[in-house]
C-alpha cells in the first residue's frame, strides 16, 4: 500500500510517496480511474489535485447536459458497429478508439447508473434518448443542466466508501521518466509557503500514472472553462508525450459572466441579438444589420440551440453565421453582444408564421408560442432561467440582458492513446478531456462516454498488466527526479530575483496576455499570418520566461502560477505550432476552426464581405472546406528535446487513422484469447 518517507534528492530532504497508481484530478474520469481500479482488485492508488471542488466535470453544463451512449430504448436498431462508425465517421479519429468507446458505451453507463446517477428511465426500466448534434439515433440522455456534476458526485462517494486517499493542493510540475517509462510526478504544495531549503515539494514514485488533468483551458480568455479547471498538458509533452489532433477545439456561443453554454432552450427560445459599445452605448441589433429577414435571421438564432458548436460546415449558409458575426463584433469591433430575452427580433410581435418549417413545428408541438423569449423559456425549460438566478454573478433575464461570446469549450484533440488508454509512455494514461481520443467532430455528450470508457480501460490493463509497485532501487528516480526538482528550483529563484530587481510582470499577468491573444489570433477564426504572429510571441515568452517573470518567494499564489504558466506555455508553443503546420498544409476550414482563404469564398448569408466599420477586415471570413480525404489521416506532435539554454522544437508528422478493427465474433476464439490474455486481449 502507498507509503510516505523522506528521502535525500538532489541534495534536499523531500517527501517521497511511494504507490501502485497514482490517479491526477477528480472529475469523472479521474475518480472513475480510481474505483475502477479498486474494484479490479488494485487497491493500491492515491488521487492527487490542485482542488477536489473544481474542474469541468463539478462546474460545467448547459441548459440539458448531454450524455452519449449506446440506444437502450425503443424498436430503432442500434449496435456497437453502428455506434463506432458514427464515432469514426467524426474524422480523424482511430477506429480503435471508436470501438472502445462503443464497445464499453452501455457498460460505462450502467454502472453510473448503479452508483446512484439518475439518468432517466420509463415505468418499464427503458433509457429513453433523444437526438443530439452528429447524431443519427437517439442516444442521448441527460440528468439536467448538471449531468457530470452527478456522475462526478456519485463516483467521490463510491471513491471515499473505499477509502481511497485523496491529496489536494498539488500543482503538477513534471513527470519524473527514465527510458521512455513513466516512473513518477513532482507536485507542489500549492498550500504551503515556499522555503527554498525545504521547497512545498511532494514526489510521488509509482508505476502508473493516470492523467485525468482536463483539457487546458488556460489557453483561451474566451472561454466557457470553469474557473479553476487549468489542465497540466504541458508536462506531458515535456515528458516526450505524443500529441494528436491538438489544432481541433470546439468553440461556441456562451456567456460570459457567468461561464455557461447557452445552446438548447435559451436559443430556441429565440431572443433577441443586442452589441453595444464598451461603455453599453450605441445599442445595435446587429444580426438584423447583415440578415435583413427577420423570419430567416429568428430561424438561425433557433437552430443554435441544437446546432450549439460552430461549424465551419454550416457557416456557408447555416446556423454557424451566427457566430461569424458575434465575432465580428467583439474580436473586431470591440464591441460587446448581450442576449435579450425580453424582446421578440426586431422588437415585433412574435408569429410562427415568421419561422421556416422547422422551427415553427418545434415551437409549436412544445407549446411555446408565448409572446416574448423569456415568456417561452419559462414555459420550455424554466430551470435554464432559474440558473442564472442561482449562479453568481445573478443575472434576471426577465429584467436583464445577458453578455455572451463565441467561447473554447472542448479540446477534441489531447494525448494519443491505444484502444486501452496508453500512451507512447509506458505507465502513463491519459484519460478525459486530457486523451486525444475524439475526432474533428463527435456527437454531443461523447466527451462524457468517453472519459468513462476511458477511466475504465486504463484501469483495467493496469490491474491485470501492470500490478508491481515500483523496484527496490530507486537509483533512476531520484536521478531523474533530482533533474525535475533542480529545474523548479532555477525557476522559482530567476522569478525571485527578477521581483528583488523590480521586474513588475507577475506570472498572472503573462497568463492574461497569453490567452487574450490565443482568442484573438488562434481561436475560432484563425490565418496563417494571426499563427505566424502568436507563434512567434509564444516561442519569445517561452525561451525568456527565466528572465521576464517576477515573483516575491514570500507570495504562494504566485509561486504556483509560475509553474502554471510554464504549463500554459509549453501547451500553447506545441498547439501553435501545430496550427501553423496546419495552415501550411493548405488544407481548408474543418470542424469549429474557420482557416482565412484567399481563393476560397465569403459565407452566402450575413454580409460578411462588407466594411461597415474601420476595424472590418471582411478578408478573414473568406474559407474553403476541407476535402474529405483529411478524414483519413491524423496530426500527431511531440516536443523534441533540446540542450538547456537552446530554443525548443515540436515535431509534427501526419500519419494515417487506424481503422475500426475487423470483426471478430467468433465465440470459442474469442472466449480463447480472453483466458490466454488474463482478460486484457489485444
Request: hydrophobic share 40%.
Amino acid at each position: 500500500m502507498a507509503n510516505t518517507e523522506v528521502r535525500t534528492v538532489g541534495g534536499l530532504n523531500l517527501e517521497v510517496l511511494t504507490t501502485n497508481s497514482v490517479v491526477i484530478g477528480t472529475g469523472s474520469a479521474g475518480f472513475c480511474a480510481a474505483t475502477r481500479l479498486v474494484d479490479f482488485g488494485q487497491d493500491d492508488v492515491v488521487i492527487v489535485t490542485d482542488k477536489t471542488k473544481a474542474g469541468t466535470s463539478r462546474n460545467a453544463g448547459s441548459d440539458k447536459q448531454t450524455y452519449y451512449k449506446l440506444t437502450l430504448a425503443g424498436s430503432e436498431p442500434d449496435s456497437v458497429r453502428e455506434m463506432a462508425n458514427t464515432l469514426f465517421s467524426g474524422g480523424a479519429m482511430d477506429g480503435d478508439n471508436a470501438l472502445a468507446e462503443a464497445a464499453l458505451s452501455a457498460r460505462a453507463f450502467l454502472h453510473l447508473c448503479d452508483i446512484g446517477v439518475p439518468f432517466p428511465r420509463n415505468e418499464y426500466g427503458e433509457f429513453v434518448g433523444y437526438k443530439t448534434d452528429h447524431d443519427p439515433r437517439q442516444r442521448a440522455t441527460s440528468v439536467g443542466p448538471y449531468t457530470s456534476r452527478s456522475m462526478v458526485e456519485a463516483l467521490e462517494s463510491e471513491a471515499n466508501q473505499q477509502g481511497i486517499t485523496v491529496i489536494s493542493e498539488c500543482r503538477v510540475v513534471d513527470l519524473i521518466v527514465a527510458d521512455q517509462e513513466v516512473i513518477g510526478v513532482l507536485l507542489l504544495r500549492r498550500d504551503r509557503d515556499w522555503d527554498p531549503a525545504d521547497p512545498p515539494f511532494l514526489l510521488v514514485r509509482c508505476t502508473n500514472v493516470v492523467y485525468a488533468t482536463g483539457g487546458p483551458a488556460m489557453l483561451y480568455a474566451n472561454s466557457v472553462f470553469p474557473h479553476g479547471q487549468w489542465g497540466a498538458s504541458g508536462a506531458g509533452y515535456r515528458a516526450g508525450a505524443v500529441g494528436k489532433n491538438v489544432t481541433e477545439w470546439q468553440f461556441g456561443l456562451a456567456s460570459v459572466r457567468p461561464r455557461w453554454n447557452v445552446s438548447g432552450s435559451y436559443m430556441q427560445v429565440v431572443p433577441r441579438f443586442i452589441s453595444t459599445e464598451p461603455d453599453g452605448s450605441d445599442p445595435r441589433e446587429f444580426l438584423l444589420d447583415a440578415i435583413g429577414d427577420r423570419g430567416r435571421l429568428a430561424s438561425l438564432v433557433f437552430l443554435k440551440g441544437y446546432q450549439w458548436p460552430f461549424d465551419i460546415r454550416k457557416a456557408r449558409e447555416g446556423s454557424s453565421v451566427i457566430d461569424l458575426l458575434v465575432y465580428r463584433e467583439t474580436q473586431l469591433r470591440g464591441r460587446r453582444v448581450y442576449l435579450d430575452f425580453m424582446h421578440n427580433v426586431a422588437d415585433q410581435a412574435f408569429t410562427l408564421d415568421d419561422l421556416e418549417p422547422e422551427a415553427r413545428s418545434y415551437l409549436e408541438r412544445a407549446g411555446a408560442v408565448q409572446g416574448s423569449p423569456i415568456k417561452r423559456l419559462m414555459h420550455m425549460n424554466r430551470p435554464a432561467y432559474d440558473f442564472y438566478l442561482e449562479k453568481g454573478p445573478k443575472v434576471d433575464l426577465a429584467t436583464e440582458m445577458l453578455e455572451v461570446d463565441v467561447c473554447a469549450q472542448h479540446n477534441n484533440g489531447g494525448f494519443a492513446v491505444d484502444s486501452w488508454w496508453r500512451s507512447n509512455l509506458e505507465g502513463f494514461f491519459p484519460v478525459g478531456e486530457a486523451a486525444g481520443s475524439h475526432g474533428v467532430y463527435r456527437p454531443g455528450g461523447s466527451a462524457l462516454n468517453s472519459g468513462q470508457v476511458g477511466a475504465t480501460r486504463a484501469a483495467e490493463y493496469i490491474a491485470k498488466r501492470r500490478t508491481q509497485l515500483p523496484g527496490d532501487d530507486s537509483t533512476a528516480f531520484e536521478t531523474a527526479a533530482a533533474q525535475r526538482v533542480a529545474e523548479a528550483l532555477e525557476l522559482v529563484e530567476a522569478a525571485a530575483s527578477n521581483a528583488a530587481g523590480g521586474t513588475q510582470l507577475t506570472p498572472l499577468d503573462l497568463l492574461r496576455q497569453l490567452s487574450e491573444l490565443m482568442s484573438v489570433d488562434a481561436g475560432p477564426v484563425r490565418s496563417t499570418e494571426s499563427i505566424d504572429e502568436v507563434c512567434s510571441a509564444v516561442t519569445q515568452w517561452l525561451a525568456e520566461l527565466p528572465r521576464i517573470v517576477a515573483a516575491a518567494p514570500d507570495a504562494r499564489r504566485l509561486i504556483d502560477r509560475i509553474f502554471l504558466l510554464r504549463d500554459a506555455l509549453t501547451t500553447a508553443f506545441v498547439y501553435t505550432a501545430a496550427m501553423q503546420d496546419f495552415a501550411g498544409t493548405n488544407a481548408g476550414s474543418r470542424g469549429s476552426v474557420l482557416y482565412s482563404d484567399d481563393a476560397g469564398s465569403f459565407p452566402v448569408e450575413g454580409d460578411l464581405d462588407q466594411v461597415r466599420y474601420a476595424a472590418d477586415r471582411p478578408g478573414v471570413f473568406k474559407f474553403r472546406l476541407s476535402g474529405p480525404e483529411l478524414d483519413a489521416t491524423t496530426q500527431e506532435v511531440r516536443l523534441i528535446p533540446t540542450d538547456r539554454g537552446e530554443a525548443p522544437q515540436v515535431g509534427i508528422s501526419w500519419r494515417a487513422v487506424r481503422p475500426i478493427p475487423s470483426e471478430n465474433d467468433f465465440f470459442e476464439n474469442v472466449w480463447r484469447q480472453y483466458r490466454q490474455s488474463g482478460g486484457v486481449p489485444g
